[in-house]
């Protein structure tokens, strides 16, 4: 349960500086959500594991790996523990909505507005940025393996930032992103109940 203080905090602090520099504004990211939202959050998690599943081939056929520790933190862990698990992992993929999401707002403005480049260029660019940069804070996870958090997921960070960029919706974001990662620590738990 302490576990759901820095996934509070991951989502908190962002917030609160959101709202400091955008005033009323800073609810601009948080629509509410229509019936096609839904279309979209299943295409794009449908979309994002064919990705995930495509660049992890490839990785696991070009360099040494190093699995996520979550794997069999969630093998050895109670009933209760394992939904306390997916309850916290909610708020920790919301947190890295916006810690991608803001940073991304922030640069875009940044390249379009004040270094007057063009949008699409500018949308890419910041894309890029903040997905290499999403790849960089999940290094700790794989220990250090730069190739494999670089080729691994900054191809599916910008895959999470499309639904995004579709709807202008963080809570469209944030429901693929659960799903993918629900799925991903789900499914091998599923099987693993289902052999027993």
Known sequence: ??????????????????????????????????????????????????????????ITSLFETVANPAGSIIAAATTLEKVLFFIKAVIQLFGEELFTILPFLALMAWLSGSLGMGRKKAVLLSALAVSVLFAAIHLPTYEWNVPQAMIGLVPVRLVLLLPYLVTKNIWVST??????????????????????
């Open 175 to 196: 429901g693929v992103h659960v799903l993918n990662d629900w799925f991903i620590f789900g499914l091998p738990m599923i099987i693993g109940s289902g052999a027993e």
């Open 1 to 58: 349960i302490a576990g759901f203080v820095p996934a509070l905090l991951f989502v908190g602090v962002p917030i609160g500086t959101l709202i400091l520099v955008a005033g009323s504004g800073w609810r601009a990211i948080f629509r509410p959500l229509r019936g096609m939202d839904f279309v979209w959050i299943l295409g794009f998690f449908l979309l994002n594991v064919i990705v995930t599943m495509g660049v992890g081939l490839l």
